[in-house]
C-alpha cells in the first residue's frame, strides 16, 4: 500500500471531546429527527445496570428470604416432639424489618433517568448521559434516532414505577384512594404480588444487559414493529429494517 492510498483511507474517529461537551450524545441540534450516538446509550445502559441488579437481589431475598431469625438467646427445651420425633425447643425469634429507603431513592432517581433522557430539552439534566457521552467521545460513533429509544425508555420507567409502588404500597395507596375519594387500595397491607415486581426487575435486567453487551434494543425493535403494523404514522430509519439479531453498525 502506497503513502497516497494510505493517506485517502477513511478514518474512523469519535465525535470528539468538544462535540460531546456542546451536543452530548446528539449528532447535531439541527435534524428533524434527533439522532443519538448508539455507542454513549450502551454505555449509559452499562452505568444504570447495577440499579436493576440491586432491585433483583432485593427482592430475591423478600421473596425466598426467611422473614424470621433466631437470635440463640432461649432455647429451651419442651421435652416434646412433633409428629416426626423431632424434638421440639422453644426459642426467642425476631421477625425481619425491611427498610426500602434507599431502594425508593434509587428507583426514584433511575424514573428520573428515563424520563430526561426522552426529550433533547432535559437530557442535559442526566449525569449518566454526560458521563456515557464523554467516556463515548473518541470511539466512534454510531448514530441511531432518539424514537425506539424512547419506546425502551418507558417501557423501563413502567417497570421501575411497578416496583416503587411494590416498596411503598401505603404511599401510593394514599394517593389512589386521595385522587378518586374512595378506598381502593388498602393502607395496612401490600396489595401487590411478589411474583410481579420480581419479574419486572428480571425483564429489565435481561433487556439491558442485551443492550450492554449484545447491542440488542428490545424495545427498539418493538418500536419497529408496532411502525411496520401502522401503530406508529411516523416511521424512522431503523424502523424499516427488522434485522432483530444484526449488530448496530453505521450508515
Known amino acids: 500500500m502506497t503513502a497516497a492510498t494510505i493517506s485517502q483511507a477513511p478514518r474512523h474517529r469519535g465525535v470528539g471531546w468538544r462535540h460531546a461537551l456542546r451536543h452530548l450524545w446528539f449528532r447535531s441540534p439541527d435534524d428533524a429527527e434527533p439522532m443519538i450516538n448508539e455507542v454513549a446509550v450502551r454505555i449509559r445502559a ?24 433466631v437470635t440463640g438467646n432461649v432455647i429451651q427445651d419442651t421435652f416434646d416432639t412433633d409428629f416426626d420425633g423431632r424434638v421440639l425447643y422453644m426459642v426467642e425469634a425476631v421477625r425481619r424489618v425491611y427498610d426500602y429507603t434507599v431502594q425508593s431513592r434509587l ?27 464523554l467516556l463515548a467521545a473518541n470511539k466512534p460513533p454510531v448514530w441511531k434516532p432518539l424514537a425506539p429509544k424512547r419506546m425502551a425508555w418507558s417501557i423501563g420507567a413502567t417497570m421501575i414505577a411497578v416496583c416503587w409502588i411494590f416498596f411503598n404500597p401505603d404511599t401510593f395507596a394514599g394517593w389512589v384512594n386521595t385522587v378518586t375519594m374512595h378506598e381502593w387500595l388498602p393502607t395496612t397491607s401490600n396489595y401487590m404480588p411478589r411474583w410481579i415486581p420480581l419479574v419486572a426487575v428480571g425483564v429489565c435486567v435481561g433487556f439491558m444487559w442485551m443492550e450492554t453487551v449484545l447491542g440488542v434494543c428490545v424495545g427498539c425493535e418493538l418500536h419497529a414493529l408496532l411502525a411496520k403494523l401502522g401503530v406508529f404514522k411516523q416511521e424512522c430509519e431503523a424502523c424499516n429494517n427488522l434485522d432483530f439479531g444484526a449488530p448496530p453498525s453505521s450508515p
Request: no cysteine; glycine share 4%; aromatic share 20%.
Open 46 to 69: 452499562g452505568i444504570l445496570l447495577f440499579i436493576p441488579l440491586f432491585m433483583l437481589y432485593t427482592l430475591l431475598d423478600v421473596v425466598y428470604g426467611s422473614r424470621w431469625e
Open 107 to 133: 428507583l426514584a432517581y433511575a424514573f428520573f433517568e428515563m424520563i430526561v433522557a426522552m426529550f433533547p430539552a432535559t437530557t442535559r439534566l442526566s449525569p449518566t448521559v454526560w458521563i456515557a457521552s
